[in-house]
């Protein structure tokens, strides 16, 4: 094909004179990543611009313009108008895109700039499958590649990106020789096939389709456990007669390989052995690419590396073997951190938390943790408090084990009841896939509870268990999938010789209305119980209440339960709740979130409907950053609660709050 205003060559003709302008257009595609770099131990520097809810502060981030810069205004303009097709170029080329930026330093550099876009727009056309263009760019009124590159412009100089799309071609006759047999991961619908990506007779032939079709032909044969399977060159003919193009794709697998060698770089104070076991990978299983992902995730899951990679050998060893290279960074041993999150019925709360990653080179961390909540009096005997100490041992018994000790002491005070509680908990945490962990712990504590049915000291052993299942896209900001949590804590309280569990299962699901996950419809429900002793003989913390956040919003935390004759909420032995939310992305960083909650606890050890559910209704607004949303809101209690709180050792009325504001990080649920 000719640049300029020449027109595309007609009748049948092979598009390998086509295809490296296109392959180089998805080179440079390709590189147009963003890269952030920290940088430790540079020397201190003026304060910098940033940007926060679009304003900035500390100066300007604008980029001095060269007194030499060539300036532009540029216009597009596509034969037969397509609307599509203009965004997509306009899209494609870096002068359009960039004409409110910083102009080309010098008027060689804007005509050189100038002189790439034609691949660009080339490979734009053909993802759009118009293998008929004609593409012209003029500057000044002259045709770009007449003018000299020392030439002298005006300032703006007028550009005019003159495109004529030609027609929409569609996939003709379809070959694609030496696919991998048949596997079932092949009839999994998300698995990519080149027919499930539009491969077919008849479709639009969009250049992006034959490319992900050959990877996908390729990623087919590394599943089954050939790494080096690799595309032969394409045949790719246009017939623009018919207005159709013929693809034939071809794959060489190579040879079938296991795991061998494994070596590890990087490491100072980590057990280069450890790191290679916890990888879960073993010489001599068939080499899968899922594992080596896989493997990756659980080198991260340590919290240890900063950077975690694992790099296939160049070539297959005459035993099939195929060493792995571990590179990995370490991050610093020691690390801090603090929160905090605020509600107008809840008031202020305060935790931080100290930990060292690594104690004996196998990524045991010691995490010490601190938090101060309910703070929204200067009483500070009206606080909840809570300290504690925690050790974890990962790859205790095989790389997917982790053992947990514990040793926590907290103080609660909420309206229904006040606690003292000093715990002492071992247990074990085990990855039985991506989707599926489990826990198990014993557990002996000691409690000193006050609330309306008066004082009581309990000794608690308990044997917590919980089983979690998650499918979403994400931890932070699911979009699709969805989680269940179950939990089951058998115990046996000493003071009263009481032998009971206490069960929890909570679920939430996640569906995006559209592909970019703007708008999502997010549910959750949890439903609880508590068997084999009353009410009035167990800890205030393992009965149940609803309302607060992460509960019913727009009513006081934890003010929702059964009625004693007197009107005072006390603790239920069952609880069912529940929530909807639409997350609605108004930009990339802005978010409004409509929502209703509902719930109650109950006295009966199955939720009996002996309390009427309470709803709450509220809108939310949505920050997101790097670390998670920053969440603000606002709820109504639909229904007003009469309530009493026990304050210096007298009885108060605390009703339902007008309005109830909410503020955290992180989506509610």
Known sequence: MAWGDRQAMRGLSRLESLMPARQRLAKGLALSVAVMALIAGAKP????????????????????????AQTYKIEVVIAGGDKDIKSAVEGASSLYSGKDETPPPSTPAFLSKARTEYDRILGTLYANARYGASISILVNGRKLEEIPVDATLPH??????????????????????NRAPHSPIDDIPKTKTPERLGLEPGHQANS?????????????????????????????????????????????????AHYGRMTVDGTKDMNPAFVARQTGLRPGDQYDPAEIELAKRRLQRLQVFSTTSIVEGDAIAADSTMPLMITVSERPLHVFGAGAEYSTTDGIGLNGY?????????????????????????????????????????????????????????????????????????????????????????????????????????????????????????????????RLKGTLEPFYEAKFGNFGAVT?????????????????????????????????????????????????????????????????????????????????????????????????????????FDEDMKIGAGVGLRYYTSLGAIRVDIARGLTPVKGFVIEDGKVKKKNTPPFALYIGLGESF
């Open 45 to 68: 520097q003026p304060a910098a611009a940033f940007k926060l809810f679009g304003y900035n502060f500390f100066g300007s981030d604008e980029k001095p313009v060269s007194p030499d």
């Open 156 to 177: 703006p100089v007028p550009v005019v990106i003159n495109v004529n799309p030609g027609p929409v071609f569609t996939f003709g006759r379809i070959r694609l020789e």
């Open 208 to 256: 992006d389709i034959v490319l992900s079709a050959e990877q996908a032909m390729i990623d087919a044969w590394r599943r089954q456990g050939y790494p080096k399977a690799k595309a032969l060159p394409r045949v790719i003919t246009a017939d623009h007669v018919n207005n159709r193009l013929d693809v034939s794709l071809a794959v060489e697998p190579g040879r079938l």
């Open 354 to 482: 100290w930990e060292h990653r690594n104690l004996f080179g196998e990524a045991e961390r010691l995490r010490f943790d601190a938090t101060v909540a309910g703070v929204d009096s200067t009483d500070p005997t009206k606080f909840t408090y809570s300290g504690g100490v925690t050790f974890i041992k990962p790859g205790i018994f095989d790389p997917f084990t982790d053992l947990t000790a514990q040793l926590l002491a907290k103080r609660e005070v909420y309206d229904p009841y006040s606690q003292n509680t000093f715990r002492a908990r071992i247990g074990l945490a085990h990855e039985f896939s991506e989707q599926l962990t489990g826990k198990i712990a014993l557990n002996g504590e000691y409690d000193q509870v006050e609330d309306f049915y008066g004082k009581r000291n309990l000794v608690l052993f308990s044997l917590p268990g919980e089983l979690a299942y998650d499918t979403t896209d994400d931890k932070l900001e699911p979009t699709r999938g969805y």
């Open 504 to 608: 929890r299962i909570d679920g939430s699901a996640y569906f995006s209305f559209d592909a970019m996950g703007r708008y999502v419809l997010a549910g959750r429900v949890a439903v609880g119980s508590i068997v084999g002793a009353p009410a009035n003989e167990l800890p205030g913390d393992r009965m149940f209440y609803a309302g607060g956040g992460g509960s019913v919003r727009g009513y006081n935390f934890r003010s929702l339960g059964p009625k004693l004759d007197n009107g005072f909420v006390v603790g239920g032995r069952s609880l069912l709740e529940g929530s909807l939310e639409m997350r609605i992305k108004v930009t990339d960083s802005i978010g409004i979130v409509p929502f209703v909650d509902a719930g109650s606890a109950f006295s009966s050890a199955y939720p009996s």
